[in-house]
């Protein structure tokens, strides 16, 4: 079993910033990726970026709409992976959940792919 543990989320203006936290326990040796998803009101959930963390690997991955803005990262000593989100748009407004996959080889934005999921925090970027 893997939980994961999000914290970080809170109201922002536009053009903010914030970093969100997943903390992941249990049987971490199993653990191939991280991957942030987020999900807004009426909308479905959206994978948005997503980490390789089996041993010797640290890829990363994200889809258009936050490259450049987003930067994912695993603090192996931590057992955390973070989301830093710079220049947040109102269209960023979403629950943010972070889920671990023990797949060696996923498309990291299909939820499918993802077997343990954390509950969320979520994020409101309004002025």
């Known amino acids: 079993q893997v939980q994961l543990v999000e914290s970080g989320g809170q109201s922002v203006q536009p053009g903010g910033s914030l970093t969100l936290s997943c903390v992941v326990s249990?049987?971490?040796?199993?653990?191939?990726?991280i991957g942030w998803f987020r999900q807004a009101p009426g909308k479905e959930r959206e994978g948005i970026a997503a980490?390789?963390?089996?041993?010797?690997?640290?890829?990363?991955y994200y889809i258009d709409s936050v490259k450049g803005r987003f930067t994912v990262s695993h603090d192996g000593a931590r057992n955390t992976v973070n989301l830093q989100m710079n220049n947040l748009k109102p269209e960023d407004t979403a629950m943010y959940v972070c889920a671990a996959s023990t797949d060696q080889a996923i498309n990291t934005f299909y939820p499918l792919y993802y077997s343990y999921w954390g509950h969320g925090t979520q994020v409101t970027v309004s002025s």
């Open positions: 249990g049987d971490l040796d199993r653990v191939r990726y």
């Open positions: 980490i390789a963390t089996g041993p010797s690997r640290s890829d990363t």
